[in-house]
């Protein structure tokens, strides 16, 4: 396999070092924390350019109300808390102070998955992407691992103009994607050829996703992984060349099935080149206390769920 | 204020009145109540209170109107073309197919002078935070002006809101409650009491000012006063009647969301001519 695991690390701390670069290069980049600033990676910010950190309190609902007035006076406001509180909670607001007003502000989603782990499922953010996604001018980024998610964080300033939803999560997962690797909103990455079946993953998925190509390789089945890193826009020409040489699609995420990677590519794929498609994720429940890998493990999120999923295939479809 | 200056303004104040009247029976549906309510507000900001240059609506040092109650979209949409943002003649696109004055404003059509989308209560007051915020960040001297409805208090994120403008010291802040105590259900006493309405600003750490939200020199006045900077928010609590100005229809909460009927916009107008003699 082209990409190694150079050890665990957490994409809050990616989020983090993003922000804080962030902080260093443009002096219109603000933050606002509701509480949990240190848990969401936003205390290095907030130590390093204090005048430029707010301290909200447990309100997330002014939260994104107050980015949206940041943003309209020149401002590109920060705002990180749980994927739950940060976007589920604030729905409406979202969609009316940041998306109609089509403010440049960026919202870290924390807490992504079931990887939360322990907190259980009040605090596991799996219906965000959905949320997030129909929100109209809504950018949507969902990087593998830490080092993109610093990326993706810078991205959020530099290739954007409206609200950006940034998710990430808490646990330690293998960081393995290049530095060097431009990121590019709104482009997917292969990160494995392959002409049999495509692995689409979000998030911690892709490393999943690359792990079961390999395995899957054993068995003679070639799989092309791609790592879907902007759920919005949506790679289109990337899942419609898929479709076309690959005989099915398998998407991977830690999100509902409903609504999530899954139904964003299932849309591209029916309007313009029909094929089967297989859902990893999470199936229409909440997720529940444990280490993080029990957790992925008992949802099928990993290498082993997503290779079980494809011989399932195979073997009806042989 | 001189004698001048209050006559012309109350000479504003009605043609804004008529003007929302004809730009809302024109539309067949809309808020009348409120937009009524609020046409001395408007009248006194627009024209004798605001720092503004309506040729250079993203002039950055100017004062900003929050109208966080997005339903009386007509009175600010005629107060903006009255103060020359843009023609009068286009009041009578109100809520037509492409029009820039949407039901709700929507700064996405680019009406020039609408400093937010809005319309889901309870949000107004939290970009205003912010827009003081980034003033203060910038040692600009910008006022921000949030305007609310007194039902509209009952939405909680206003004060989280109210809790954060004070947390921060933002005393460049001055919200505007249009305290008609109506609300589409009824009274507001009755629909979810509000009071004791001035303590509950007070406790929230807000400097709280009372004012006839009909009477120009003293709505100009106590903003006056609201504007001293004392490292405090200030709230104004402007006793309103819903449907100010139209005698028939004064203080019913019926006419909180719907326009006059064709037939009765002649007599509205009549009466508005009557109840604002100079």
């Known amino acids: ?318 | 204020m001189n004698e001048a200056k209050l006559k012309k303004l109350r000479s504003i104040s009605k043609e804004i009145r008529k003007d929302v009247l004809r730009s809302l029976t024109e539309a067949g549906s809309g808020h009348t109540g409120g937009s009524l309510g609020l046409a001395d507000v408007f009248t006194v900001l627009y024209f004798h209170v605001l720092k503004h240059k309506p040729h250079k609506p993203d002039w950055p040092d100017r004062d900003r109107l929050i109208l966080s109650i997005g339903h009386v979209a007509p009175v600010l949409y005629v107060a903006l073309a009255h103060a020359g943002y843009f023609p009068k003649k286009e009041l009578q696109t109100l809520r037509k197919l492409d029009s820039r004055l949407q039901g709700h404003p929507g700064r996405d059509h680019g009406l020039p002078g609408l400093e937010l989308s809005a319309g889901s209560l309870g949000q107004g007051l939290s970009v205003a935070v912010g827009m003081a915020l980034a003033g203060k960040l910038d040692h600009k001297d910008f006022f921000v002006y949030s305007l609310h409805g007194d039902g509209e208090l009952q939405e909680g994120s206003i004060w989280e809101a109210a809790m954060s403008a004070s947390h921060h010291k933002l005393d460049h802040l001055i919200a505007i409650v249009d305290r008609n105590e109506v609300q589409i259900d009824g009274k507001t006493s009755e629909v979810m009491e509000l009071e004791p309405l001035a303590d509950k600003w007070r406790a929230f750490g807000w400097k709280v000012f009372h004012c006839n939200g009909h009477d120009h020199k003293e709505i100009y006045n106590t903003i006056q006063q609201a504007k001293k900077k004392e490292g405090k928010p200030a709230v104004i609590l402007a006793k309103t009647l819903m449907g100010k100005g139209v005698k028939s229809i004064e203080n019913d909460h019926r006419w909180h969301g719907k326009p006059p009927a064709k037939e009765q916009l002649s007599d509205f107008l009549n009466q508005i001519e009557e109840n604002n003699a100079i």
């Open chain 1, 1 to 318: 396999m082209q990409y190694k695991s150079r050890g665990r690390k957490a994409t809050k701390e990616g989020f983090a070092e993003g922000l804080v670069e962030l902080g260093k290069k443009y002096e219109d980049v603000v933050a606002l924390g509701a509480d949990i600033t240190s848990s969401v990676g936003m205390e290095d910010f907030a130590k390093n350019y204090r005048e430029r950190f707010f301290s909200m309190g447990i309100a997330e609902q002014n939260c994104i109300g107050t980015a949206a007035g940041l943003a309209l006076s020149g401002k590109v406001p920060v705002f990180s808390t749980y994927g739950v509180f940060a976007g589920i909670r604030t729905a409406d607001q979202v969609r009316i102070s940041l998306c109609y007003n089509d403010v440049h502000a960026i919202i870290g989603g924390a807490h992504a998955g079931v990887s939360v782990g322990p907190d259980g499922a009040t605090h596991q953010a799996l219906e965000d992407i959905a949320i997030m996604r129909v929100m109209p001018n809504m950018t949507l980024l969902s990087p593998a691992d830490a080092t993109q998610t610093k990326l993706a964080t810078m991205a959020a300033y530099e290739q954007c103009a409206g609200p950006v939803y940034v998710r990430f999560g808490r646990a330690p997962f293998p960081d393995f994607t290049n530095s060097a690797d431009a990121f590019e909103v709104g482009k997917a990455q292969t990160l494995k050829s392959g002409n049999d079946i495509t692995l689409i993953a979000t998030g911690h998925l892709v490393w999943e996703a690359l792990l079961a190509a390999e395995q899957l390789a054993g068995e003679n089945i070639n799989a092309r992984v791609i790592n879907m890193h902007t759920i919005k826009p949506i790679d289109k020409e990337i899942i419609i060349k898929a479709a076309r040489e690959t005989k099915a699609i398998i998407t991977a995420e830690e999100h509902q099935v409903h609504g999530g990677l899954g139904s964003a590519v299932a849309e591209v794929v029916v309007h313009n080149h029909p094929v089967p498609m297989i859902f990893v994720g999470m199936h229409d429940r909440f997720g529940e206390s444990g280490q993080p890998e029990e957790l992925m493990r008992k949802y099928g999120l990993t290498a082993e769920g997503i290779v079980s999923k494809v011989k399932n295939f195979y073997e009806k479809n042989s």
